[in-house]
């Protein structure tokens, strides 16, 4: 399967996406947090490669597939859009300056057991509202990852992490970790740019689906 069947889907939604918001010209604002940067490497894959490098990659093939195949239908922010480290408080701020709708701190996960693997959604909610809504965004977005990519879908968990602490007003708050870097196999798929792109155009698709339900 290549890249291709990822574009027809997303042309598929957006389609659905403009049929059902007809002429309304409001956009949904989402904040999407490369974690780590700079110094802070974050995690270091068994092939060498930096959580930081793949985690910012697949966060500006967000905003550029939503330019180019979603016709800008989200404003999209990025947390830093090079190798630099921000602070935890100055993420969560900026959410709440732009009063964003939703935020998606994206990881890569590491753990002592090589054979780890899978996606893992945290979430610390501020209120029912944004439980609700963190909590069906992040199972939409594994079940995606799932069911298109083949990827373990490790569930929904509370996470007591700062950016998700500290955001108070987004509708959905979630840090996505994408996949065990301590693990052979996702961290080459990581590593590669075809699956970058890939992940990258589920967690629009699964935003736009969040939307249309």
């Known amino acids: 399967m290549g890249f291709l069947k990822y574009v027809i889907a997303g042309i598929i939604y957006v389609t659905l996406l403009s049929l059902s918001y007809g002429q309304n010209t409001d956009k949904l604002i989402m904040v999407i947090d490369p974690g780590h940067g700079g110094i802070d490497t974050g995690a270091v894959g068994v092939n060498g490669v930096f959580e930081k490098d793949i985690v910012l990659s697949i966060a500006k093939k967000i905003d550029s597939l939503n330019a180019n195949l979603f016709d800008d239908r989200f404003e999209i922010y990025l947390t830093r859009y090079r190798d630099t480290l921000i602070s935890l408080s100055d993420r969560s701020e900026l959410a709440k300056k732009l009063n964003a709708d939703i935020f998606i701190s994206i990881h890569c996960n590491k753990a002592i057991n090589r054979t780890a693997s899978g996606t893992e959604v945290f979430i610390h909610p501020k209120s029912e509202l944004q439980a609700e809504e963190s909590a069906y965004l992040g199972f939409t977005i594994q079940k995606g990852l799932a069911n298109v990519l083949g990827i373990k879908n490790r569930d929904v968990k509370f996470g007591n992490f700062q950016v998700l602490r500290d955001n108070h007003n987004s509708s959905?708050?979630?840090?996505?970790?994408?996949?065990?870097?301590?693990?052979?196999?996702?961290?080459?798929?990581?590593?590669?740019?075809?699956?970058?792109?890939?992940?990258?155009?589920?967690?629009?698709?699964?935003?736009?689906?969040?939307?249309?339900?």
């Open 172 to 213: 959905a708050v979630i840090l996505l970790e994408l996949g065990f870097l301590s693990q052979t196999d996702e961290a080459i798929y990581l590593s590669q740019e075809e699956s970058q792109n890939a992940i990258a155009l589920v967690i629009l698709q699964s935003i736009v689906k969040t939307l249309l339900l």
